[in-house]
């Protein structure tokens, strides 16, 4: 497949942006996705909305602040409400309402997650997540972004947590995706504990293992090393190889940080205790700054070893803040505010992510880009930062280049439309279109659809970030205009709608209410 030189933005300073950025560099710029689990919009010391809140005042993430100060941030950044579907389309470039991976994949093979209800039915979806090779029941079927890019000379590592795919499906194992190396990846999606003095476990009361626990990383059991550091020690280490052969490399370092279960940081957890924090709050501060801490020893390291202007690093999270109490302590839903909902929801707190861009001599330093983009967007980005303009893709990319944003982040583009599709039930609760529900996005208008209810809400995002005034009422011309490409983009991902358990009706289209 060749990718569309002609952007989403303006043709002609898209084509600029990549000669200039790209073409300037005799060799092919490193490319560092940090990726970080169930992090909210809020979960930082740096302030992604026009002002300082509460929240970024809790939080201490120095290199964050750090890594925003020589780079760009992203303001209107969107992953899925759920954590594989985001991995799955980072890897495929592909939207999951088209990859029908909407919901998180069980560790173990063909087990739906969807939590049961008595009033919706669960679609078909693709329960064993994604697969780089055909004809695997239940999988999405496409080309990875780490075999693309191995392909084409780069080194490619992962670190961290993998969860694109369910065990026993090649998925499971990122070494399949293209990956050089894989280190503790595999088809879990949390660890069963971030200590090293409990081996990265949690055993029964019988001494059997969690199903949990984090792999390969034996050479830390029993130490006091901290799962966020082990991972990254080793991620590092591995780039000594593709260093010393003068290769470019691809590092994939995707923290199980800050997801449940909330273990406490011991080093970092004092400040936040003496600021008056709930023991589960502070101890989630910890993971957040143990996170921080690593992105701080990338930064350091490529410091050290002179990469610094030919390295793109990405920070991103793979969903919205966890905001259910328990596990979270506090009052339930305030964890993202002054966004709305968490971690499930298609509203703007399940969904908007802290992402920031680093590329010293080509990103210019303490810039801002307000113009939405979405995961969808990493692989098509990254595989022109690489240089590979005709990949062989199984799969055609939903996602749109945002390389001409890093080199002029004023560029805008309204007319663009964004999906987020979860036909699913995430959890028993049921709150702030946590389940059953998908949204659509164009322009400073957002449509949130929930199914059981049959109802679409309005928001103006540019004027109520928070979503607090449906204007579905008050602006119906508005409304059916949404709603009608609301479900053009749906039925152009041959979206899979729910139905009713009470009479097996398929839920309407948006047009259709």
Same mark, same amino acid.
């Given at each position: ?84 579907? !985001?991995? *799955?389309? /980072? ?11 909407? #919901?998180?994949?069980?560790? @173990? %093979? ?112 029993? !130490?006091? *090393?901290? /799962? ?11 780039? #000594?190889?593709?260093?010393? @052969? %003068? ?267």
């Amino acid at each position: 497949m060749k990718i569309n030189k002609t952007l989403f933005w303006i043709p002609i300073l898209s084509v600029v942006s990549v000669h200039t950025i790209t073409m300037a560099q005799n060799t092919k710029p490193k490319v560092i996705v940090f990726m970080v689990d169930d992090m909210g919009w809020q979960d930082t010391s740096v302030p992604f909305w026009s002002k300082a809140t509460d929240l970024n005042k809790r939080y201490h993430t120095p290199n964050m602040e750090r890594m925003a100060n020589e780079g760009m941030k992203f303001t209107n950044a969107y992953a899925m409400p759920i954590c594989t579907p !985001t991995r *799955v389309s /980072l890897m495929t470039g592909v939207n999951a309402a088209k990859t029908r991976v909407t #919901q998180w994949t069980n560790p @173990n %093979k063909d087990t739906n997650t969807d939590a049961k209800d008595s009033t919706m039915l669960s679609v078909d979806w693709n329960i064993n997540g994604f697969s780089p090779v055909p004809n695997i029941p239940k999988t999405y079927y496409a080309t990875a972004l780490p075999a693309v890019l191995q392909e084409n000379g780069y080194f490619t590592v992962h670190s961290g947590k993998a969860h694109f795919g369910s065990a026993g499906t090649p998925g499971a194992d990122p070494k399949q995706l293209g990956f050089d190396v894989n280190i503790a990846g595999s088809e879990i999606g949390h660890p069963a504990s971030y200590l090293g003095e409990k081996n990265y476990d949690n055993p029964n009361k019988a001494g059997q293992s969690n199903r949990n626990a984090v792999p390969g990383l034996e050479k830390y059991h029993g !130490t006091n *090393v901290f /799962l966020s550091d082990a991972i990254t020690t080793e991620a590092l280490a591995a780039l #000594q190889k593709p260093i010393d @052969n %003068k290769q470019p490399f691809f590092l994939y370092l995707s923290h199980y940080a800050v997801h449940t279960p909330i273990n406490t940081d011991q080093r970092f957890l004092d400040k936040y205790l003496k600021m008056g924090l709930n023991p589960i709050e502070a101890s989630y501060a910890t993971l957040v700054e143990g996170m921080d801490k690593s992105l701080g020893d990338v930064l350091d390291f490529l410091a050290k070893n002179n990469l610094d202007e030919n390295t793109v690093l990405i920070f991103m999270s793979d969903n919205g803040g966890l905001s259910l109490t328990p596990p979270r302590g506090g009052e339930e839903w305030t964890h993202n505010l002054p966004l709305k909902g968490g971690k499930g929801s298609v509203h703007e707190g399940g969904i908007r992510e802290p992402m920031i861009v680093r590329w010293p001599g080509k990103v210019k330093a303490k810039t801002i880009a307000e113009q939405y983009v979405i995961i969808d967007d990493f692989m098509p980005t990254i595989l022109e930062i690489a240089g590979i303009q005709n990949p062989k893709l199984v799969q055609k990319m939903d996602g749109k280049s945002f390389l001409p944003l890093l080199n002029n982040p004023k560029l805008t583009d309204k007319n663009r439309a964004l999906l987020w599709h979860h036909p699913n039930r995430w959890t028993n609760k049921d709150t702030l279109n946590i389940n059953w529900a998908s949204a659509f996005r164009k322009g400073d208008w957002k449509v949130v659809y929930d199914y059981r209810k049959e109802k679409l809400a309005l928001y103006n995002l540019k004027k109520d970030i928070g979503e607090t005034t449906d204007l579905a009422a008050r602006n119906p011309k508005k409304l059916k205009e949404m709603a009608m490409l609301f479900t053009q983009q749906l039925k152009a991902c041959n979206a899979q709608m729910p139905k009713f358990a009470s009479n097996g009706k398929v839920v309407p289209w948006p047009d259709e209410l």
